[in-house]
C-alpha cells in the first residue's frame, strides 16, 4: 500500500461545479497536510496549508482534513477554467528537521467553459 | 511572498555536457532547498535534500557524482547534471523550505526542463 494515495482522474466538469478532489494516507504521523496546484509545465504552487484535523477556508477553496479516517479533500467552489490543472495533496510529519514531503500522484483537473 | 525562481528555465544540450541550474529564493532565506525530478504525467519525485554549509543527502537510486549538489548560501542551491545523457532528459523543480520548526514547508520553483540530444 502507498503512503498517499491520489486518483489521478482525469476529472472534467463544467464551469462553476463544485469540485471535490481528495487523497488518503496510511501514516498516522502525518500532521501537515498541503494541497499544490500544478499549471502543465510549471513548478507545483501551494494552494492550502493545515495542521491536524479541520477545516481551512481561502476564497473559493476550502481543505478538510480528517485524521480519524486518514482522508484529506480540497473542495473548488464555483470553478473555473483557470482552475485547469494537476492538484497534488502533500503531507509531512513534525519529527525533528524532516521536511520532506510525501505526494499523490496528483490529480488532473479540466474545468470546461 | 515566498517566491523562488530558477534558471534556466530550458536548456538544450549534446551528450556528455554538463549542465547547471540555479535555484533562488528571492524573498526569504532557505537553510533547506529540495531538487525534484519529474516525468511527465507523473508526481514529483525527490532526488535530494540540500542544507546550506553542508553536503547534500540523497535519495536511494540517485547518483550523487551525476547529479552535484551545491548549497553555498541561505538564498542559492544549484544542480549540476555531469555528462548528462538522454535519459537524463526531464523537468528539474527546486523547492524552498521557509517557516518555523516543524511547520516549515516547501514553496517551488517554475522548474527547468532539461533535453539532452
Known amino acids: 500500500q502507498k503512503e498517499v494515495e491520489q486518483d489521478p482522474g482525469p476529472l472534467s466538469v463544467p464551469e462553476g461545479a463544485i469540485v471535490s478532489l481528495n487523497c488518503t494516507y496510511s501514516n498516522s504521523a502525518f500532521q501537515y497536510f498541503m494541497w499544490y496546484r500544478q499549471y502543465s509545465r510549471k513548478g507545483p504552487e501551494l494552494l492550502m496549508y493545515t495542521y491536524s484535523s479541520g477545516n481551512k477556508e481561502d476564497g473559493r477553496f476550502t481543505a478538510q482534513v480528517d485524521k480519524s479516517s486518514k482522508y484529506i479533500s480540497l473542495f473548488i467552489r464555483d470553478s473555473q477554467p483557470s482552475d485547469s490543472a494537476t492538484y497534488l495533496c502533500a503531507m509531512k510529519d513534525s519529527g525533528g528537521s524532516n521536511y520532506k514531503l510525501t505526494f499523490g500522484k496528483g490529480t488532473l483537473l479540466t474545468v470546461n467553459p | 511572498g515566498a517566491v523562488v525562481s530558477q534558471h534556466p528555465s530550458w536548456v538544450i544540450c549534446k551528450s556528455g555536457t554538463s549542465v547547471k541550474i540555479e535555484c533562488r529564493s528571492l524573498d526569504f532565506q532557505a537553510t533547506t532547498m529540495f531538487w525534484y525530478r519529474q516525468f511527465p504525467k507523473q508526481s514529483l519525485m525527490l532526488m535530494a535534500t540540500?542544507?546550506?554549509?553542508?553536503?547534500?543527502?540523497?535519495e536511494q537510486g540517485v547518483e550523487k557524482d551525476k547529479f552535484l549538489i551545491n548549497h553555498a548560501s541561505l538564498t542559492l542551491s544549484t544542480l549540476t547534471v555531469t555528462s548528462a545523457h538522454p535519459e537524463d532528459s526531464s523537468f528539474y523543480i527546486c523547492s524552498a523550505a521557509r517557516g518555523g520548526g516543524a511547520a516549515k514547508t516547501q514553496y517551488f520553483g517554475p522548474g527547468t526542463r532539461l533535453l539532452v540530444l
Open positions: 540540500s542544507n546550506e554549509g553542508s553536503k547534500a543527502t540523497y
